[in-house]
């Protein structure tokens, strides 16, 4: 690993270790805690995803119009309306989609921001209040997620080899992806024992689907950055970038964990 590599990584564990605490605190509390991490959340990815497609953030009519509507979802979401709020994210795509036409804009970039954010959110809510052991769940996702990132990062610097993907992510490679479905699997079995009626047999395995997952959420942002001819969506979190930067995995595991769970009767799959 070179010594830039490792200033990087340094960074993106101090950050971690500032950040991690403020996540599981929410998390843990639950409630309207939960959804305050969520709207500020949302707050600084729509201000960062409208400027990546060329707006002006919060402070143009589209940013604002985003920014609401994932509020008001995430607002829903907690008063249990689980329906109205992913409804609420279609039509903010479609409300997003026709006011960008109106400003003469790209109007794909502004209504995929919709989806791309208030589902997450609304997964991230949902997971933590309804799924069964939602506590357990929720944690058991964020750690499988964390662990898959770190571990690819890290095996990735130091291995090298094969590249993953060369026209979209020049710096990943196959042994990354492999360091982090292996970190996955290991953060999985290790969480294992947060409820008695969990298996690793069942955890591992899971864990390794989300891990997946989450390096797919990782090449599509780094398509959407490739896209607009940016190096990151902003310049928030040290040693990552912006928020986008370090949630773009959890972008699609989130609503892939909400969808396991939906499709195991609200358990989550592990948390029998």
């Known amino acids: 690993m070179t010594a830039a590599a ?31 991490l969520g709207i500020a959340f949302a707050l600084a990815a729509v201000h960062e995803w409208d400027q990546l497609c060329g707006g002006k953030g919060l402070k143009g009519m589209i940013g604002q119009t985003h920014a609401a509507l994932v509020a008001i979802a995430a607002i829903v979401a907690e008063l249990s309306q689980w329906n109205t709020a992913v409804a609420l994210c279609a039509i903010g795509a479609l409300v997003l989609y026709l006011v960008a036409r109106m400003q003469g804009r790209v109007a794909l970039w502004p209504a995929a921001g919709a989806l791309y954010i208030g589902l997450p959110v609304v997964s991230f809510l949902w997971l933590r209040d309804q799924a069964t052991h939602g506590l357990s769940a929720l944690v058991w996702v964020l750690v499988v997620a964390w662990a898959s990132d770190i571990g690819a990062y890290v095996v990735g610097r130091t291995l090298g080899g094969p590249k993953l993907a060369p026209r979209i ?50 090449l599509a942002e780094s398509t959407l950055k490739r896209r607009f001819g940016v190096k990151n969506s902003g310049t928030l979190i040290p040693g990552h970038g912006g928020v986008l930067d370090r949630v773009d995995s959890l972008l699609f595991v989130l609503p892939a964990a909400a969808a396991i769970a939906l499709l195991n009767d609200g358990s989550a799959l592990v948390w029998r």
């Not at 605490?21 to 939960?34: E, N, Q, S, T, Y």
């Not at 992510?169 to 024992?193: L, R």
């Open 6 to 36: 490792r200033d990087t990584l340094t960074l993106r564990i101090l950050s971690t270790l500032i950040l991690a605490p403020i996540v599981i605190g929410a998390v843990v509390l639950g409630d309207w805690a939960l959804v305050a």
């Open 169 to 218: 992510s020049p710096s990943k490679t196959w042994s990354g992806a492999m360091g982090g479905i292996v970190a996955a699997a290991a953060a999985g079995a290790a969480t294992s024992g947060l409820t008695h009626s969990t298996y690793v047999d069942d955890v591992v395995p899971v864990s390794i689907v989300l891990a997946v997952v989450a390096q797919l959420g990782d």
